[in-house]
């Protein structure tokens, strides 16, 4: 019996044994799980890029529709007199829109004037800013859309949203089309810039 009370966990306690049990980590295998975390990341980075790029298209792509809609059912209320404007180059530090059918930096839904411009003391009805890396272009026509009373435009509307830098081949390439009776469309990269 006295045998077996020496190799008893109490009878090792009450002996005066100094080892304890350690719990956690050492500092080298938290260096090295660091370390293959960091390199899985950096091979993972480069995914993630076309998937952030596509996100960033269709966020602007239904933001663009639902300006449209909004645009729409607002000149029906108001019997006509709302524009669709483009935010010009340089707002919030945006530089994609130099030119007059770029519309990458956002754009603002507003009541009119007679000269077909957001009236500066009307009401701005909704403004949009466009995240950065995405280039807004519309086919043609300029830097405002009319629709009058009855939600209609004067012309066929196109616009391509595209990854900066990408050509409308792109897969995450997408475009909004509006047809001059009103009637409003997303477009694949096929169907983009849209023609009728």
Known sequence: MKILAAFQPSAC????????????????E???VISILGILAALAAPSFT?????WRVRQVNEALQSSLYLARSEAIKR???VVV??????????TTASGTNDWGCGWVVCDASANATCNPSGTILQRYDAPPKVEVTRSAGGETITIDRWGAVTTYIGISVVPQGKPTTDPATRGVCMSSGG???ATLPEDTPCTS
């Open 30 to 32: 938290l260096l090295v």
């Open 50 to 54: 076309p998937l952030m790029e596509r």
């Open 13 to 28: 306690l009450r002996a005066g044994s100094t080892r304890t049990a350690s719990k956690g980590f050492t500092a080298i």
């Open 85 to 94: 404007k483009k935010l010009p180059n340089n707002t919030n530090n945006c």
């Open 183 to 185: 009637r409003i469309r």
């Open 79 to 81: 019997g006509g007199n």
